[in-house]
């Protein structure tokens, strides 16, 4: 959970505005009894409980109210599409560059990044936009549905791609949505020879999927010697 404008959230000292009410109320000055009052002393004893159930639970939606403002300024948005977020501009990128098609556990490390793409979209309103950017800089825009059947037919491309310009494109789409929640999920894993440098996105906010696996080692063909010579 992240908050696009957590100053607000100062706020929230205003509670402790009517629990000091609440607490200087309590405070009895001096009595003074008078006979023809005391029936009136009876009655308040009869119904002193009540008032006290009412006072605290009074006390309590003044608190739960001056929170409620405060959480509504700073205004709280889902770090990955939570229930109840606000509508949110989101830009899935997917590293679908040839490093992931190495085969982890039996699958292929794409058919991960695919998964928790899926996930990103099940978690989706209808009151968000939806883009997915391959690592090659496509981007594809439409509902949870169709974003699926785009992740269905993604496959790895013939090289390392270029995540400097998958990402610009991302922060594009998403600044230009309108909408005052931006974010960028990026599912990448990380090879060192394709991140050589990255754009300057800010106002996005991005959440980063790396899988939890050693990287494998860069292997190539360097040399072919086709024996017998023909």
């Not at 978690?123 to 391959?134: E, F, G, N």
């Amino acid at each position: 959970m992240s908050f696009l404008a957590p100053l607000y959230l100062l706020l929230a000292g205003a509670i402790a505005v009517p629990l000091i009410l609440h607490l200087m109320r309590r405070r009895i000055g001096l009595r003074v009894e008078f006979p023809a009052a005391r029936y009136l002393a009876r009655a308040e004893k009869e119904h002193s409980r009540t008032l006290r159930i009412r006072n605290l639970l009074l006390m309590f939606l003044r608190v739960l109210a001056l929170l409620a403002i405060a959480l509504a300024a700073a205004r709280p948005v889902a770090r990955w599409l939570g229930s109840g977020h606000a509508p949110t501009a989101l830009a899935i990128v997917v590293d679908n560059s040839l490093s992931s098609s190495v085969v982890v556990n039996g699958r292929p490390l794409l058919d991960q990044f695919k998964a928790a793409a899926r996930d990103v979209l099940g978690s989706a309103v209808s009151s968000d936009r939806l883009w997915l950017v391959t690592i090659d800089g496509r981007v594809r825009g439409g509902s949870p549905s169709v974003l699926r059947e785009e992740l269905n037919r993604l496959e790895p491309i013939a090289g390392a791609g270029d995540p400097a310009t998958a990402l610009s494109r991302a922060a594009g789409v998403v600044r230009a949505a309108g909408l005052d929640a931006k974010q960028i999920a990026l599912l990448t894993d990380g090879q060192r020879t394709e991140w050589q440098k990255v754009p300057s996105i800010a106002g996005v906010q991005v959440v980063l999927h790396v899988p939890a696996i050693a990287p494998p080692p860069n292997r190539a063909v360097v040399l072919a010697d086709p024996r017998p010579v023909r």
